[in-house]
């Protein structure tokens, strides 16, 4: 049996680990002061899409995108600093990823391009990183090192952060995989109506063909009075 006074012990402990759990667990779920742009936009065949974003100078940046749906699934990406100065240029490129440090203040330009094509348009994704996460547990004013639990809050925080990243890649893959799959189905579904069309013209020519092998030929005389 428990003794008395047993369980307001157990209760107190209880309460005192709630309220060192709860700030570990909003660090975890609250996102970090980073900014990141993440879009999936439609750029139509002949047109050209520009974003604009304001990157303070040493800040470290990461453009990558990749082409979900369209075409060869190609696309031309172009990045220029305030001066107008390329920092970074493909063409038709499926999938790339660029790295960069902003060498001075000011908005920051960078445009993806579909004007090559004249009839496909395009499903771009692209994900555009400004700076990096600030520490879960910022160093400053700490006289210790990190608690046994922080360091877990820590690995589980960075796991998070691996379990994303990979959701979103499989998910393009799946969507990437999705349009093929429908793209083959199409053409497979045009080639069997082409040929039950042809074999529907091939069977009407040999009935006609067969029926006139089989066919009486009427000859007419005629008679020239002399």
Known sequence: MPRPGSAPRWSAAAGRWGCRLLPLLLLLLLPGPSGASEITFELPDN????????????????????????????????????????????????????????????????????????????????????????PLFPSENRVSALTQMESACVSIHEALKSVIDY???????????????????????????????????????????LKSFFSDKRTTTTRVGS
């Open 167 to 209: 959701q979103t890649h499989f998910r393009l893959r799946e969507a990437q995989g999705r349009s093929r799959a429908e793209d083959l189905n199409t053409r497979v579904a045009y080639w069997s109506v082409g040929e039950a069309l042809i074999l529907l013209v091939v069977s009407i020519g040999q009935v006609f063909l």
């Open 47 to 134: 047109a050209k899409q520009c974003f604009y974003e304001d990157i303070t100078q040493g800040t470290k940046c990461t453009l990558e995108f990749q082409v979900i749906t369209g075409g060869h699934y190609d696309v031309d990406c172009r990045l220029e600093d305030p001066d107008g100065k390329v920092l970074y240029k493909e063409m038709k490129k499926q999938y790339d990823s660029f790295t960069f440090t902003a060498s001075r203040n000011g908005t920051y330009k960078f445009c993806f391009s579909n004007e090559f094509s004249t009839f496909t348009h395009k499903t771009v994704y692209f994900d555009f990183q400004v700076g990096e996460d600030p």
